[in-house]
């Protein structure tokens, strides 16, 4: 295949003038586990008559960054405590027209990731970590872009059909899943021609969860003891965790779950019965795949073994106070379960469900996403565990599917590639067209093999194996 031609790159500026400033980040924010760029690819058809994907996107993305513009500054770290502070410059965003050169047919059917040739639907970023460099990297034919803090990056790519790509890169300190989706509906609503304002104005506030010096003394101590957060607690002996995304020889499987997937799911979770019954299809799906992971990678009776998952705060009256609408920082905690490696293999598979469901409530409690940003500023904004863990991020929700800039919904919107963590993403069943969820997992090959038959073992024959049609645009929910 032909390779992709890259233009040269040009940094958009908000299309008016936008406060210099200095804008902390909050303590959630700037923790060492969010200092990297997400990077997603969303694939749109021909529309005659809709005009240049790349001239529509550049305007609208400069529209956006007068309202958004923290995404056109550059990050800054003050010392001491690693602190991360936006220096809103308004240098904008970095914006690629590309043209790869083979029609969007030539890349097969997209369901899911890995999307082929992601690498080059990309825009490219040198260096490394988020200090100075752009926030947002977008490569032609939608918008995201590249700022020198790095927050964003958008890649627009042509094909020789009509349709186009959008590539992003994005640094997750500024925005978490639910924030990159309500700023790429702005840049929809102004490529549509939307006059004034984001529908929904986006809201700052960060000063909310940044932690203030008495909250770093005895105050913190307590509020630790109540709120446990064991997702920045070492797993010991971790080094002898079974799976090394950067460095094992892995592939890529997806696994679908229906309305016959999930029956027979909630069957087996309720033998013996759950105290509380799980009604939630994240708890029974995130459970299910956890056991038979552990089962694939063949971890000793006596490891310990956790999951892992993200669980989006936004309208949690728990919090103290409630984030505001139109806050797009990060506004995730983190719900963990563990067990020996044996307990979780042998016991019921009630047993897992619980374990899951527990972790999500105890997430949830009042004050836990303060108590977490006062963790991180109390102790160097540390990184999480990840090893012998299974990590979950639910993007299933809708969110990007309405990011319409003018060519309809995409034909696929969503992560790039999966390195750590599994996704939950909306699909449909070959077939029948049936809506479910479709698991996407990365593992070395033999412990792939296993991981198939595990599921198959476990569902009792029903279908969960990559059974996939399509998936729609996608939210990502982190």
Not at 12 to 31: C, G, H, M, N, W
Not at 150 to 156: E, R
Not at 440 to 451: F, G, K, S
Request: charged fraction near 20%; include cysteine; proline fraction near 7%.
């Amino acid at each position: 295949m032909a390779a992709v031609r890259r233009g040269a790159a040009e940094m958009v500026a908000p299309a008016r003038a936008t406060p210099y400033e200095f804008k902390p980040l909050s303590d959630i924010d700037d923790q060492d586990g969010l200092r990297f760029y997400r990077s997603g690819i969303f694939l749109y058809r021909h529309r005659a008559g809709a005009g240049d994907p790349a001239a529509v996107l550049r305007a609208a993305l400069a529209e956006a960054l007068v309202h958004y513009y923290p995404f056109a500054g550059r990050i800054v770290e003050a010392s001491p405590g690693r602190k991360l502070i936006v220096e809103c410059t308004g240098e904008g965003a970095v914006f690629v027209a590309a043209d790869l050169g083979i029609s969007l047919d030539e890349l097969g059917h997209v369901t899911g990731p890995p999307v082929p040739r992601h690498d080059e639907l990309l825009p490219a970023m040198e260096g490394a970590g988020v200090v100075g460099r752009p926030l947002l990297y977008i490569q032609a034919n939608f918008a995201i872009q590249k700022i020198i803090l790095k927050i964003c990056f958008l890649q627009v790519t042509h094909f020789r059909c009509g349709g186009f790509t959008v590539g992003v890169q994005i640094c997750h300190c500024l925005a978490d899943g639910s924030g990159m989706a309500q700023f790429a509906t702005a840049i929809a609503e102004f490529a549509h021609g939307v006059p004034g304002a984001p529908t929904v104005p986006p809201v700052w506030a960060r000063e909310i969860l940044i932690s203030t010096p008495r909250h770093q003394n005895n105050d913190t101590l307590v509020r630790h003891h109540r709120h446990q957060h064991p997702e920045y607690e070492p797993v010991h002996d971790a080094g002898r965790d079974m799976v090394s995304p950067l460095t094992d020889a892995s592939v890529h499987r997806s696994f679908f779950y229906g309305r016959r997937e999930l029956s027979t799911l909630r069957a087996l979770a309720s033998t013996p019965p759950l105290t509380s019954p799980p009604t939630s299809r994240f708890d029974l799906i995130a459970a299910f795949m956890w056991k038979c992971r552990t089962t694939a990678l063949r971890y000793v009776d006596t490891d310990t073994v956790r999951i892992q998952f993200f669980i989006n705060t936004r309208g949690c009256q728990k919090n103290s106070p409630p984030l505001p609408v139109g806050y797009y920082g990060n506004a995730c905690t983190f719900g963990v379960a563990e067990s020996t490696a044996g307990d979780l293999r042998r016991r019921p598979f009630s047993h897992a469900v619980g374990l899951v469901a527990a972790a999500k409530a105890r997430a949830m409690e009042e004050g836990h996403l303060q108590s977490a940003a006062e963790l991180m500023a109390a102790t160097g904004r540390r990184g999480f565990s990840v090893a012998r863990t299974y990590v979950v991020s639910d993007i299933s929700r809708p969110g990007f599917t309405g990011v319409d800039i003018g060519w309809g919904e995409a034909v696929y919107g969503g992560p790039a590639t999966v390195m750590l963590a599994t996704f939950h993403m909306a699909a449909r069943r070959n077939g029948d067209g049936e809506e479910g969820v479709m698991v996407v997992v990365r593992l070395p090959t033999p412990a792939m093999e296993r991981m198939v038959v595990e599921v198959a073992r476990g569902l009792g024959g029903v279908h969960g194996d990559d059974d996939v049609t399509e998936a729609p645009c996608i939210a990502a929910r982190l």
